[in-house]
């Protein structure tokens, strides 16, 4: 998702995709399907999963398959996204700094206090007006006064998130914090950005790009740790697994070693180098063969 957006990124180079849109031989039959949404599920810019995607999964958590949303959005928001399929599926939310199963929150990370208050003041120092965006785990947090992203964030996205005079002294857990970028947004240009924010914060967060916002989240949270907690806990083998993501913040999943894995087609540079030249033009189209493969 993105706010008042700069420039896209231009057409990268076609990615060296060995094995897109096909199903490999698999010594195993997938199980869980764990798929993140902004640029994978969800089309650029889009708020709501195509009915047919849903009852493509529908059909898939019907025969005995599970599905885990990997997500940088928040659980509530993620739970309306799936509408009726909500109470059936796992959720990883904040880019895995929340970990939720079967309505019960399994995982979560956050930052210290002293922490966030550092990046906080960072960010309002990079940009007159940085469009700061604090998730916790009851809801998400802006800036009092900053009503362009509490507009976008309540009526395009969807978040639940409220305004505050002070974003560092939130009485919440702070388990993600968010702005969204401006400008040239092409690959170079946001590595540079990654990269000079790497000097700032070091080991005290973990960074994370995805559809023009840069989150910084606790070094311990990632999707692919919460995926293998997850796992875990269901009694599915990694090995059972097919991820599906189209960047940085999909990385963590994606090049577990033992996952079927497909970056989209679009991807991030960082994601197809993860997926190890395995694509997809759209999840749906692995997720057809996938349902196909397991009700023989």
């Not at 999963?49 to 958590?61: K, M, S, T």
């Not at 991807?267 to 997720?287: D, H």
Request: with cysteine.
């Amino acid at each position: 998702m993105s706010l008042l957006p700069g420039s896209p990124p231009g057409p990268s180079p076609a990615p060296d995709c060995s094995q897109q849109d096909r199903l490999p031989a698999w010594p195993v039959p997938i199980r869980l399907l764990a798929s993140d949404l902004d640029g994978t599920l969800l089309r650029p810019q889009a708020q709501a999963i195509e009915p047919q995607h849903l009852e493509l999964l529908a059909r898939w958590l019907e025969s005995g398959g599970d599905f885990v949303a990997a997500s940088g959005r928040q659980y509530a928001n993620l739970r309306r996204l799936f509408g009726r399929l909500a109470d059936q599926i796992s959720y990883i939310a904040e880019n895995g700094s929340l970990l939720y199963c079967n309505g019960r929150m399994l995982d979560w990370v956050s930052f210290p206090d002293s922490v966030a208050q550092s990046i906080i003041a960072r960010m309002c120092q990079s940009s007159r007006q940085p469009h700061i965006v604090l998730s916790g785990v009851r809801q998400a947090y802006c800036q009092a006064g900053d009503e362009a992203i509490l507009w976008y964030m309540q009526e395009v996205v969807g978040f639940d998130i409220a305004p505050v005079p002070d974003l560092a002294a939130v009485p919440d857990q702070k388990l993600k914090i968010s702005m969204p970028l401006s400008g040239d947004l092409s690959d170079r240009r946001v590595d540079l950005i990654l990269a000079d924010w790497r000097r700032q914060v070091g080991e005290s967060a973990r960074l994370t790009y995805a559809n023009g916002w840069l989150d910084l989240i606790p070094p311990a949270a990632d999707k692919g740790r919460s995926l293998q907690i997850l796992a875990k806990h269901l009694g599915i083998a990694l090995q059972e697994t097919a991820v599906f993501g189209d960047s940085d913040n999909d990385c963590g999943m994606l090049s577990l070693p033992q996952v079927l894995a497909y970056a989209m087609r679009s991807a991030r540079p960082l994601a197809l180098q993860a997926a190890r030249g395995r694509c997809c033009s759209r999840p749906e189209i692995i997720w057809h063969q996938l349902l196909a493969a397991r009700l023989k």
